[in-house]
């Protein structure tokens, strides 16, 4: 939008075009914003009021629809203008089940209906907005659901997932195939036997799940639900509403809220907390998408053209600056966490988002409940409409504390950089890589022994504590590790391949940051080689649970790391300080090797001198420790920590090829 058009559009209305004239504005500064809770439906069986934040509009109406989806308006409502351009109307009579859209008048031209911009409830597709009462979405035993204990942010261990990929293969023996209810699913396994949907996360040990996009986003039809659909859904649409295409009944509002209440309960009664994926930095749509129609141009930053700004790569760039923008992502993010329970957020392309902002949202989350993690990615797909020092940016993370970041030059070092597929790293035996994987396993914190590597890549300190920084080798995004590796070491075996991936989530899991698994990847899980798989069909995304039968061993070794992590803190210190302290890097002989020992009990654990190595060599490896006498806990791909594999007497490890060893005194 140019500055002629924008003057415009603010300018004061001529006489006789309506009752109201809205100010002329300046600047997007001088919008005013409205102090109250920004809501735009309050039911009661007395009457509903409406109220939609429109500063510049010249007349605003609500319409009332009998269904979310065709047939004409029943009654059509002209609101008044209140206080900071709040728009308001209150209609009496008991409106639930009815289905409502907003329509404002803007610079003489009547913009479009829209559910508003903080609809909590909307009919199919998300079209039209929804009169209800919470309250009678929330399931038996919602009042007395609790988030899991958790001491530490350190303690975490993720596992992101997307539900559809998670619980649509037929071999899973789940009824509610890729739906919320997926999760609320017990006693489900394969027909050998094998463990699945909460069963399997729960065998799994992981105490975080982290769902992808699921918020009413655009790009599923729910009125077609048996025509194959998938998207992994980072196009929002209602930022406030569950997506129906993972409801049983995407029609009626309150089957996707209460389904997705009864998924949460039950992952919380398994001891699993439930991260969100959320993606403000963009929306699906600018030109006749809900904000542009309720206040054109106020929730996207322009380029210096008047074009919307496109930092996200998705042909916008939200301006979390502006203090309604702001306004509106603390009480979406506070909404989740209140209503749905929900105990963390990961920020789609955090970099695009400033630290103002990130820091508004962690406060608000503390006064709830200060165990709600945070973290996103800590970077743009281009450079923003704000200064670098502005933006929460990865190498800004120290100015946003609670916050964490992905490390992205951990899983570079560990598999390859992002953007060549054909490159590997560390795991397959790259040289040059050493340095960054210490610059992992101490998670980002400034060590004395961390140094730039050796292909002249800086590794510059950016977290201030370990719990700032995520630990992982795989995510949605780009290939999974098996497919990385598969591309990277071409006509390497099966074993090989199981090999390699249980190094490289050695890493992951013995480091101080917070670790990050990508669903699937316990067992082999591939995606055919494809990375960018946001719309793939089932036939690439889902993943295949025969693997846990022919992977069994993978998925015992990733079990075993984390039982490990969980039984003994020296793994997750959580302070700096102490790791600077007990975490030592040993030296090691050869090229491609990694070790460290974590010295003396650091945070009472019960072992002593815990000692790591990680070989990724094709050949075996001594490494010279302190004389002793040592207990196995890791060895040649397996994991043992209720009787262990065996003793080591004296002052050297031996580790075989491509492996990782683990003693302890």
């Known amino acids: 939008m140019n500055l002629k058009s924008f003057l ?39 009457a ?75 009919g199919v597709n998300g079209d039209r907005a929804a009169v209800i009462d919470l309250a009678s979405t929330n399931p038996e035993g919602w009042e007395n659901d609790v988030r899991p204990p958790l001491k530490s942010f350190s303690d975490i261990v ?77 196009d929002p649409k209602n930022y406030n509403v569950p997506e129906g295409s993972y409801a049983t009944d995407p029609y009626r509002p309150d089957v996707r809220i209460r389904e997705f209440k009864q998924m949460v309960m039950a992952l919380h009664r398994a001891g699993i907390r439930v991260i969100m994926d959320v993606v403000y930095n963009h929306t699906a749509t600018t030109e006749g998408g809900n904000f542009e129609r309720t206040v054109p141009g106020y929730f996207y930053r322009q380029d210096k053209d008047g074009k919307f700004a496109n930092a996200s790569g998705c042909g916008n760039e939200t301006a979390s600056e502006r203090a309604m923008v702001r306004k509106y992502m603390v009480e979406s993010v506070t909404y989740w966490a209140k209503e749905y329970h929900v105990d963390g957020f990961r920020f789609d392309l955090m970099g695009i988002h400033d630290i103002e902002t990130m820091n508004a949202i962690r406060k608000a989350l503390n006064d709830i409940d200060p165990t709600i993690y945070m973290y996103g990615e800590g970077w743009a797909a281009s450079a923003p409409q704000l200064p670098d020092d502005r933006l929460a940016m990865k190498a800004n993370t120290y100015k946003m504390p609670g916050i964490a970041a992905f490390s992205d030059e951990f899983r570079d070092s560990l598999r390859g950089a992002w953007g060549d597929d054909s490159k ?56 999974c590790i098996t497919d990385r590796l598969k591309t990277t070491l071409p006509g390497a075996s099966v074993q090989e391949l199981e090999a390699l991936l249980k190094l490289a989530e050695t890493a992951v899991l013995t480091s101080q940051g917070v670790p990050f ?29 025969h693997n846990k039968t022919s992977h069994r061993g993978v998925f015992d070794y990733v079990k075993g790391l984390i039982a490990l992590r ?37 945070c009472n654990d019960s072992w002593i001198n815990t000692t790591v190595v990680l070989n990724a060599r094709t050949e075996p490896v001594k490494i010279s420790v302190p004389a002793g006498k040592y207990w196995v806990a890791c060895r040649d791909g397996k994991v043992d920590l209720i009787t262990g594999l065996g003793m080591i007497v004296g002052n050297q490890l031996q580790v075989a090829p491509r492996s990782a060893l683990i003693v302890h005194q």
């Open 566 to 602: 969980k039984a003994h803190p020296a793994f997750r210190m959580g302070d700096a300080d102490l790791i600077r302290e007990h975490l030592e890097f040993l030296e090691t002989p050869a090229s491609n090797v990694v070790a460290f020992r974590l010295k003396g009990s650091p």
């Open 48 to 122: 509903t009021r409406f109220a939609l934040w429109a500063p510049t509009a010249q007349e605003v109406r609500v319409l009332l629809y009998d269904e979310g989806q065709g047939g004409s308006a029943v009654r059509m409502i002209p609101m008044e203008v209140g206080e900071s351009g709040m728009w308001n109307i209150s209609v009496e009579g008991d409106l639930k089940g009815k289905f409502y859209t907003f329509n404002a008048k803007i610079n003489d031209v009547w913009q479009g209906d829209t559910p508003g911009v903080m609809a909590k409830a909307v």
């Open 517 to 545: 698994i990508f669903a699937g990847d316990e067992v082999m899980r591939d995606k055919q080689g494809v990375g960018n798989s946001y719309n793939s069909p089932d036939e690439i995304n889902a993943i295949d649970w």
């Open 158 to 234: 993720i596992y992101e997932m997307h539900h559809r990929d998670f619980s649509i293969d037929t071999v899973a023996g789940i009824r509610n195939r890729g739906k919320f209810l997926a999760l609320t699913e017990e006693g489900t396994h394969t027909y050998l036997g094998e463990k699945t949907g909460i069963d399997h996360l729960k065998e799994l040990g992981v105490t975080h799940v982290h769902l992808l996009p699921s918020f009413d986003f655009s790009s599923v039809d729910e009125t077609k639900p048996d025509v194959p659909q998938y998207n992994w859904g980072y």
């Open 424 to 479: 590997g790293a560390f795991v397959i035996g790259r040289l040059g890589h050493a340095n960054g994987i210490k610059f992992g396993l101490a998670g980002g914190i400034r060590h004395a022994q961390v140094t730039n590597d050796t292909l002249g890549h800086a590794l510059v300190s950016w977290a201030l504590a370990p719990s700032q920084f995520i630990s992982y080798v795989s995510c949605h995004d780009d290939l």
């Open 8 to 46: 415009a559009m603010s300018m004061l209305v001529t006489a006789g075009c309506s009752s109201y004239q809205p100010k002329e504005y300046r600047s997007y500064d001088e919008y005013p914003v409205y102090e109250g809770k920004w809501e735009e439906m309050v039911y009661s069986p007395a």
